[in-house]
C-alpha cells in the first residue's frame, strides 16, 4: 500500500513538474514567435505598398502641374535667357553651364511670375552644366531625380522649358536614341540621351521628364539643326558633380569661352522664322494636348475678340491629334505661316482622318509674337 502511494505521488509530482514547464514554455516562447511572425507579416506589407506606391504611374497633366511649378526661367544682364529646375530643398537649380557662362548674378522667374535673385555657384569647364543657388525657393520641395537608372529607347518622355520665350512650354516624344556623344567646344558631350520631343533655344537647362511617373531623367542641352531630336545629359552622369557644388560652392568661377559656331541651343538671338515656326508647332502641341487655355493665349487680341474661349475650345474638342504635314513661312511685311495638315476625328463613334490647309499671319503684341489671324480650307 505504501508502495503504491508513493508511486502515485512520485507521479503526480512528474505530471505537476511537466505542466509547469509547459506553461513556462508557452508563457514565454510563443508570443515572441508570435511577434517575430507579426512583425515579419508587417515589414513585408510595408514593402509591398512601397513598391506599389513607387511603381504606380501617374497622370500627365498632374505629372506636368506639378513639374512647372519647379522649372524656372533663368534671365541674364544681356538679356539672354534659358531654363532651369529645382533639384534639392537648399534652393538650388541646375541647368546648362552654357545658359550662365560669364555671369555670376542671375534673376530667377517662376511659373508664378515670381522673380528672385539667383548665385552661380558651380560651373563646369567642358561638361555643360552649372547650379545656381535661388534663397528665395530654399525649402520648396524639389523635382525628383534619378540618380541610378538610365532611361532606355523608347520611354516617354516630357521637355519642360522656355523655348523662345514661351515660359512653361511642355513638348512630348520619346527616347530615340542612348550613349550619343557630341563635342560642341568648350563643351564635351558624352552617354547622353537622344530625344524626339521638339524643343529650341530658351529650353536649355530645363529637365527631360519620365512621361509616367515625374521623374527627371536629364537636363535638356542641344538640338540638330535639322528635325525634333533633341539631347539631354542624363542626371545619373553628373548628380555627383552638381552635389559637391552644393555642398561646396565655387568661391571663383572660371572664365568659359564659348564657340559660336557651335550647335549648342544659343539664347542671345531668335530669327522671325524660328519663332513663327515655333509658335504654329506649340500651338499644335496644345491641341493635341487638349491644353485649349495655352493655345488659345497664343492668339492675338483681335482675333480672342472676335472668338470666345468657350468657342474656341467647341471648335477642337472633336480633334484627337494634328499633325504638321509641311510647313513654309514668308516674310514681307508681314510673317506668313502657311501649312498642310492632317487632323484625326472623331464623329458619331468613330474616327477620320482630314487634312487641311491653314494660313496663319504672325506679328508682335507686347514684345510677344502671337497668332494675330488664320484661315483654314479643307483639301480632296
Excluded at 204 to 225: C, F, Q, W, Y
Excluded at 334 to 351: H, L, M, P, Q
Aim: proline share 3%; net charge negative.
Amino acid at each position: 500500500m505504501k508502495k503504491q502511494w508513493l508511486i502515485s505521488c512520485f507521479t503526480t509530482i512528474l505530471i505537476w513538474s511537466a505542466g509547469v514547464y509547459a506553461f513556462t514554455f508557452i508563457k514565454e516562447s510563443v508570443p515572441n514567435q508570435l511577434n517575430t511572425q507579426s512583425t515579419i507579416l508587417t515589414s513585408e506589407q510595408i514593402a509591398s505598398n512601397e513598391i506599389s506606391a513607387a511603381a504606380e504611374p501617374k497622370e500627365m497633366k498632374e505629372i506636368i502641374r506639378e513639374t512647372q511649378k519647379r522649372v524656372v526661367q533663368i534671365e541674364l544682364a544681356n538679356d539672354s535667357l534659358g531654363s532651369g529646375f529645382l533639384y534639392n530643398d537648399q534652393g538650388d537649380v541646375v541647368t546648362n553651364a552654357h545658359v550662365v557662362a560669364g555671369s555670376t548674378d542671375v534673376q530667377v522667374k517662376t511659373t508664378d511670375n515670381r522673380e528672385f535673385s539667383g548665385k552661380v555657384i558651380g560651373i563646369s569647364e567642358n561638361t555643360d552644366v552649372a547650379v545656381v543657388r535661388v534663397d528665395g525657393l530654399k525649402g520648396m520641395e524639389p523635382l525628383q531625380v534619378s540618380r541610378e537608372k538610365h532611361a532606355d529607347i523608347g520611354d516617354e518622355v516630357l521637355a519642360l522649358g522656355s523655348p523662345l520665350g514661351f515660359q512653361n512650354t511642355v513638348t512630348t516624344g520619346i527616347i530615340s536614341g542612348v550613349g550619343r556623344e557630341l563635342e560642341l567646344p568648350p563643351y564635351h558631350y558624352e552617354d547622353v540621351y537622344q530625344f524626339s520631343a521638339p524643343i529650341a533655344p530658351g529650353n536649355s537647362g530645363g529637365p527631360l521628364i519620365n512621361r509616367h511617373t515625374g521623374e527627371v531623367l536629364g537636363i535638356n542641352s542641344a538640338a540638330a539643326d535639322q528635325g525634333s531630336i533633341g539631347f539631354s545629359i542624363p542626371l545619373p552622369n553628373v548628380i555627383a558633380l552638381m552635389e559637391g557644388w552644393s555642398d561646396s560652392p565655387m568661391t571663383t568661377l572660371p572664365n568659359i569661352v564659348e564657340d559660336a559656331d557651335d550647335d549648342v541651343l544659343k539664347e542671345e538671338t531668335y530669327l522671325d522664322e524660328d519663332l513663327a515656326q515655333y509658335l504654329i508647332n506649340y500651338f499644335y502641341e496644345s491641341i493635341n494636348f487638349q491644353d485649349f487655355v495655352t493655345a488659345y493665349s497664343l492668339l492675338g487680341s483681335s482675333w480672342q475678340g472676335n472668338t470666345s474661349y468657350e468657342s474656341f475650345r467647341e471648335g477642337y474638342l472633336h480633334t484627337e491629334s494634328v499633325l504638321i504635314d509641311e510647313l513654309t513661312i514668308i516674310i514681307e511685311d508681314d510673317v506668313i505661316v502657311t501649312a498642310t495638315i492632317t487632323a484625326k476625328e472623331r464623329s458619331n463613334g468613330s474616327y477620320t482622318n482630314s487634312k487641311y490647309k491653314v494660313t496663319y499671319t504672325v506679328g508682335y503684341e507686347n514684345d510677344q509674337m502671337k497668332i494675330l489671324s488664320g484661315t483654314g480650307e479643307v483639301l480632296d
